[in-house]
């Protein structure tokens, strides 16, 4: 009788901490770019501000990108809200219109801009670093203390998703297998610019 009782136990345990559960946080080892799920949602990472922003056109908003890791490159990409569907939590659904493997953005060059990265002014783009950094060797945006800093710009009416993902992988697009990412990525909040 003893025995059962510690086996209930045990199971009770095992289950409460979420073990054989693919979706936990705890499934996720230090380097989740191999990941091929829904799960590749890095669940570290925070966006601040958290909630969905407005904008004006011709303003500027600070964003911070926390819970990243220093010795890893990222590309951060402003979406449309046109081409993510997404719950809030920081995963995404992606469009890939032109069936390339990688998400499309579309012409978010036209609600927002990404002018400045870690207090540095860059050229305004909507994707930092460009599509032509090399997956080999990405240059990517690196954190500090676990995080990166941007400053966004209003162009015009439209709603845009800050979307950061590791610079990696067979080209430095965000990839995706109908739509769900197979990079590890976060979605950051609605930014529309009025």
Do not use: H, W
């Not at 500027?60 to 979406?79: E, F, M, N, P, Q």
């Not at 390339?100 to 994707?127: F, R």
């Not at 209003?154 to 800050?162: K, L, Q, S």
């Amino acid at each position: 009788m003893n025995l059962k009782l510690t086996l209930t136990a045990l199971l009770a345990l095992t289950f409460a901490a979420g073990c054989g559960d693919k979706d936990t946080a705890t499934d996720f080892g230090a380097d989740d770019s191999t990941a091929t799920d829904d799960s590749a949602v890095e669940e570290g990472i925070t966006f601040s501000p958290a909630g969905d922003q407005s904008l004006a056109a011709g303003g500027a908003l600070a964003l911070s990108i926390g819970g990243l890791d220093d010795a890893t490159a990222y590309r951060v990409t402003l979406v449309i809200a046109a081409n993510l569907t997404t719950s809030g939590d920081g995963t995404g659904t992606f469009i890939d219109g032109d069936a390339n493997g990688a998400a499309d953005a579309g012409a978010s060059e036209g609600v927002a801009l990404i002018d400045t990265v870690n207090g540095t002014a860059i050229t305004a783009t909507k994707t930092y670093p460009s599509g032509e950094d090399d997956p080999a060797n990405p240059s990517g945006i690196f954190p500090s203390g676990g995080a990166i800093t941007l400053n966004l710009s209003g162009v015009a009416a439209g709603t845009v998703y800050p979307v950061i993902y590791v610079n990696g992988g067979s080209s430095t697009f965000l990839e995706i297998t109908d739509g769900v990412p197979s990079e590890v990525y976060a979605v950051g909040p609605a930014i529309t610019v009025n």
